[in-house]
């Protein structure tokens, strides 16, 4: 029995992991693309360091009952079918009442990453323990929701689609910390995230 008990646990592990994956800024979008370099150019002049590329992330993780793609979207007019569990206003918060301006976060079981193929040094593999697998997916619907492209949960900068990701890593118990992104980048708001995870009690 217990012979058979370690082969199941070992199944299991087998078959779960959690995945992240950095895409280019606006790929696939000349616009938001463009904007990117527009913001880095301004940005990396206040700051006086090089230009650095944008990335935006996004998680795919494996559990027995199946594959689920964690990322944070523009919201959509069929939100449900994308697995959205969270929603959040985009510049202010008076201009949730308009879909254009809010975002979703996504748990789409069998879901896709949009522009997957254009993704850089990914996928990068976090994690294949179950136990930490399923608390993730358990998470995403917690994950705080302030105004996108705003500080107001004080973190330091802007909360935006890499602060979910973060903070959601974090706060599934794996080392964050160390996540850097593919050489050369840069992820804003990676760093919100992991400064909120961490005011959360254990």
Known sequence: MKREQQKADTTARSEASIDLYWLPLGAGGHSVRLNGRVFEAVASRIERRPACDLYHSALEVRVAEGRFVIEQTPASANAAEHGAVAEGAVGASWARRFRVFRYEVRRWRD???????????????????????????????????????????????????????????????????????PTGGRAPGWNAGLVVARRAPR
Not at 116 to 136: C, H, N, Q, Y
Not at 172 to 177: K, N, Q, V, Y
């Open 111 to 181: 879901g896709v990453i949009p522009d997957v193929t254009e993704a850089i040094e990914s996928p990068r593999r976090l994690s294949e323990d179950s136990a930490r697998a399923r608390r993730l997916l358990e998470l995403v619907p917690q994950v705080p929701t302030p105004v996108w492209g705003r500080d107001e949960l004080r973190a330091g900068e802007m909360w935006n689609s890499n602060s979910i990701i973060s903070w959601l890593v974090a706060s599934s118990g794996l080392d964050a910390e160390s996540i850097r992104p």
